[in-house]
């Protein structure tokens, strides 16, 4: 049991390299966004200092994965989705649906300070709400700001772009239609 136990903790450091490295951090963007000092986030990783939940709460946040998530504990729920988070493009996307139909999923995209917006366009309607920070959405010629707690809808034909708004990255959940279909219809009054 007790080297079960070290085996997990040994586990800590790599994962939490490899998340940072993932979203394009550097450890002094981390410990600004933490309030850990570089020093115990480079020990932390390197497995020399031992992971606390004071530790890992903010970093936790910061990475907006779940605690479980950093130190490996095994994944409960529904055996029929595996949630495995996937990176492309810097930002990382957590399915929460099964293939076929309206496609669900939890999006972190982290600050690029200074980035241009790229627009793409695709086959398909998209619907964000902004779970926590601020998400630029440019769809168009528009450029909006969404705060936590707003949503925005779009006909993803539109030359569209999501980012991070501020030096902080932003949680989405994020509802996608590949052929257009709408993930609500708006009742008409008479």
């Known amino acids: ?4 136990r070290k085996d997990v903790l040994d586990a800590v450091g790599p994962r939490l390299r490899e ?28 497995g020399t200092r031992k992971p606390t939940l004071e530790l890992l709460l903010p970093l ?5 994965v779940p605690l479980d998530d950093l130190v490996g504990a095994p994944r409960t729920g529904d055996p029929r989705l595996h949630l495995r ?4 493009d810097g930002m990382t996307y957590v399915p929460l649906s099964r293939p076929g139909g309206i ?6 995209i982290p600050p690029r300070p200074g980035a241009e917006p790229e627009t793409k366009t695709h086959e398909g309607f998209e619907w964000v709400y902004v779970l926590a920070g601020r998400l630029r ?6 450029s909006l700001v969404l705060k936590a707690g707003e949503a925005a809808e779009f006909d993803t034909h539109v030359p569209h772009w999501l980012g991070a708004d501020g030096d902080r990255p932003v949680e989405l959940l994020v509802l996608f239609g590949h052929q257009g279909e709408r993930a609500h219809l708006r009742a008409r009054t008479p």
Request: charge should be positive; glycine fraction near 8%; aromatic fraction near 2%.
């Open 1 to 4: 049991m007790a080297h079960a």
């Open 19 to 46: 998340l940072r490295r993932r979203r394009g951090m550097t450890l002094a963007d981390l410990a600004r966004q933490t309030g850990i000092n570089e020093s115990t986030l480079s020990r932390l990783e390197g």
């Open 60 to 64: 936790s946040e910061v990475y907006a």
């Open 85 to 88: 988070p996937v990176t492309q």
């Open 103 to 108: 496609q669900a999923h939890k999006l972190l």
């Open 137 to 142: 959405l440019v769809p168009g010629d528009r």
